[in-house]
């Protein structure tokens, strides 16, 4: 849906774009470098590439000035590793959005100087509350819960599925996203996570991209994902799954990083892991199941 919505936006506005058949590093830099592309779409997974691997440095990317991302939260510490990485680079917006409200429901601006973490303010034409997952109390501003959005973009329903629609979809027409997030008091709007995927340690939710982004920063560190496992005293706990970039990396090295960085109950108190990859869907987001 996005790289259709994406695709029809470049013909209306006449725009020359490039589309790869499938996401290759090297085909994807070469196309930068000999279309001299100023803008591209992107998932997460390839602002890791940009940030980490040594094949950038074999190509031109001087052309870049803005990177649009969708389809998982990106943290501020990857971001502004991308944009050292590429000094060309003047933008990375990001936006978000389901198959389910067609398309896009916020998307970052460079008139509103969207902060880089934020997923931009509302889309024109849709309603956004925040509300409480437990109590369902709406939240105001700086408030963390689930986004609910209503919209006449919103779809009608799963086909066929209507205990699964009426799930989705409450009797006042909010579909109920499955994101944890907050918007500021400027109406930008920031996913923390979903709200499958949090960590519940001792009653305290973890959000898993959080501690990805910080894991990422570490310079040794080629990509990363986190979970939670059971924990006989604290229910759930973080563990990390990290790729190398430095084959010197060692865990207690991670350890002590992310110890002096975040709260007690942050602490990777579930392990270290090392993997050759991380299992990740086609559209970039990262398979969990595949790693508890």
């Known amino acids: ?41 992107v998932v997460p997974p390839i602002l890791v590439h940009l940030a980490k691997n040594p094949i950038i440095d ?54 509103t100087k969207t902060p880089i973490e934020s997923v931009g303010p509302l889309v024109n034409g849709h309603e956004l509350k925040i509300v409480d997952p437990d109590t369902k109390e709406a939240l105001g501003t700086n408030k963390k819960g689930e986004l609910w959005y209503r919209s006449d973009q919103i779809m009608r329903g799963y086909l066929n599925r209507p205990e699964e629609t009426a799930a989705t ?29 949090l960590i519940k340690v001792k009653g305290y939710q973890v959000p898993p991209a959080e501690l990805e982004d910080l894991l990422l920063s570490h310079p040794k560190v080629r ?14 706990v973080p563990k990390a799954f990290i790729v190398k970039k430095c084959d010197t990396l060692q865990e207690d090295e991670i350890h002590d990083f992310v110890n002096e960085k975040v709260t007690k109950y ?12 991380i299992p990740k869907s086609p559209s970039g987001k990262i398979l969990r199941r595949m790693l508890k």
């Open 266 to 277: 942050k602490q990777l108190k579930g392990g270290v892991l090392f993997i050759p990859e």
């Open 169 to 197: 979809i409450d009797s006042e027409g909010w579909l109920h996203s499955g994101d944890i997030g907050f918007i500021d008091n400027d109406g930008h709007v920031y996913i923390v996570d979903r709200l499958k995927e």
């Open 58 to 111: 074999k190509y031109d990317l001087s052309s870049l000035e803005a990177v649009l991302s969708a389809a998982a939260p990106v943290g501020k510490d990857l971001c502004n590793e991308v944009k050292k990485r590429i000094p060309s680079l003047k933008y990375i917006l990001q936006g978000s959005g389901m198959t389910e409200t067609s398309l896009l429901t916020t998307l970052g601006s460079i008139k």
């Open 223 to 236: 990509d990363c994902a986190v979970v939670g496992v059971p924990c006989e005293i604290r229910g759930e």
């Open 1 to 41: 849906m996005f790289g259709l919505g994406m695709l029809l936006n470049g013909i209306y506005s006449g725009e020359t774009i490039i589309v790869m058949g499938k996401f290759d590093l090297e085909k994807f830099c070469k196309c930068v470098q000999d279309y001299k592309i100023r803008m591209a779409s």
